[in-house]
């Protein structure tokens, strides 16, 4: 579909999404008023629709916000979870993606606890089969019930085959196995509603799964699109376009992962940032990412992992007043997408399946804190910048105070064991002895 096309189909798409959203999605009790109380947070009412009943934003559940036990120990906030989900609901935000892995197995058990004190018709559960380290039919049996079991329900709205990383992957975790046979007799049977796949993989593994849609039919299509990955995906990833232009030529709808990278597209590195806030000074810059996300008509939902209420209320505020980008809109965010491949990012977003490591590094811990410098400016380029030897021992002070000691880059021996499970497709062990090289060069003072 060429630009012009588009901006005419998703202004039209747009305009009966925000029709939709004024008269509130049929069959939810209590939520089909406009909410004017949150008028003072820039927001009132449903976020917009492209497809009818399911909010444009949606919720991801692998970011749920956290607090302490008695003992020190790290658990879910149940309470703020509630609260998050609460206003989400009020608001039309009613898709939630978990899965049995998220939070070390806790996603699936917080997100019920919160959901099921609302009707179930009120809210759409996206769930995946997430069977890495244990594909055989039995045990994805197991884990596909548990779910069924943990949300009390008889049914999963969206059911997803989680993470393809290749055609092989696809045909020895699902195929080979007689899972997909079983899963296919579940949404027949009506306990699956809609049945699909995320994927993080090269062309050919997509490929293979777009052939396979004759035989299967898949519902949905969950992938990674943002402005940057649109046409610079980098790595083995494939660019977000070609990924979209597939799926809407088969009519599947679009699930939209990492809308914000990681976070890195809520943070762009202050100079790339100045730009968009002197077209849209009132805006924030994560709201371009969702608007880029929202604008495109087969995208059924843009999940944002909204740790905390200001997330929410942000995403609300661009979501439930949707506009869509226009042609000027999409020339900037390509511009700004070529700059930005000009800084030295990582790119890891977080998810966390490289952890944890056999040798206890923080692995995502130290491509935040370094990705983060970068972003914010603290990066210290060379010793001609002000400042320097200021600038030089902040910088070594905050990285102590982001990853204890222990955990730091300088104790990756490069096993390995990290590289397979990085669906960005970062080389972990290079970049960790890239940042390692650039502290002790710090630590050295010869950079």
Known sequence: MDRRKFLKTSAAATAAAGLAACNGIPGQAGNDGIIGHESDNGYSGKVAQNYPGIGLLGYGCMRWPMTK??????????????????????????????????????????????????PREEWLLATKLSNFADATYDNSVKMYRRSLEIFQTDHIDYYL????????????????????????KEREAGRIRNLGFSIHSQQEGFDTMMAAHEKYHWDFVQIQMNYIDWTHAGRRNTNAK?????????????????????????????????????????????????????????????????????HLDDNLRTFCNFEPLNERDFALLEQIADEHERFPLVGCTGCQYCMPCPYGINIPGIFRFYDDSVTEGTYVANKEQEHYARERRRYLAAYNKA?????????????????????QHIRIPRELRRIDEYIESLKQDTL
């Open 242 to 310: 070609y990924l979209y232009e597939q799926l809407a030529a088969r009519d599947i709808p679009v699930v939209i992962m990492e809308p914000l990278r990681g976070g890195s597209l809520g943070s762009l590195p202050k100079p790339l940032a100045d730009r968009l806030k002197a077209v849209e000074p009132d805006r924030s810059i994560a709201s371009w990412a969702f608007r880029f996300c929202g604008s495109f008509p087969k995208v059924l939902t843009a999940l944002s992992g909204m740790t905390y209420m200001e």
């Open 161 to 184: 085959l989680h993470a393809i990383g290749s055609a092989a992957d696809f045909k020895s975790r699902f195929e080979d196995t007689g899972i997909l046979s079983f899963l296919l």
């Open 403 to 423: 990853v204890e000691s222990i955990r730091q880059a300088d104790h990756c021996i490069s096993c390995g064991q990290c590289t397979p499970h990085c669906p």
């Open 69 to 118: 036990d008695a003992d020190g120990k790290d658990i879910i906030d149940q309470e703020k979870v509630n609260e998050l989900v609460d206003k989400a609901l009020a608001h039309g935000v009613n898709y939630f993606d978990t899965s049995p892995v998220y939070l070390r197995g806790d996603s699936e058990r917080a997100s019920a606890v919160a959901l099921n004190r609302h």
